[in-house]
């Protein structure tokens, strides 16, 4: 992957954060606010932004959103999860005697 393309995807990400950020202000800020960890005033910033606003913020070449999960275990759960029918069958149970 080339540079040109790499700032090609960050600009990506950066206008579907933002329009996302945006949509979930406007529908339940209280929420958005804990979902995307952002301050009272940066939603606000967020929420007024116009189009070109958006577009121009989102053409940097840093990333604006970040991973909140820093936990190994989660991102050891995200990577390596099996879905339920790869599984092996549990064993039936068996009554103990008594």
């Known amino acids: 992957m080339t540079s040109s393309q790499i700032l090609a995807e960050i600009r990506e990400a950066n206008v579907a954060y933002l329009m996302l950020a945006q949509a979930l202000l406007r529908a339940d800020r209280p929420a958005a606010l804990q979902r995307l960890g952002l301050s009272s005033n940066a939603a606000q910033v967020i929420e007024q932004m116009t ?8 053409s940097g070449n840093t990333l604006i959103c970040s991973f909140s999960m820093d936990d190994e275990l989660v991102w050891d759960l995200l990577t390596h999860h099996v879905p339920a ?13 008594r």
């Open 85 to 97: 029918a790869e599984l092996p069958a549990a064993p039936p149970a068996r009554n103990k005697p």
């Open 51 to 58: 189009p070109t606003q958006l577009s121009r913020a989102a």
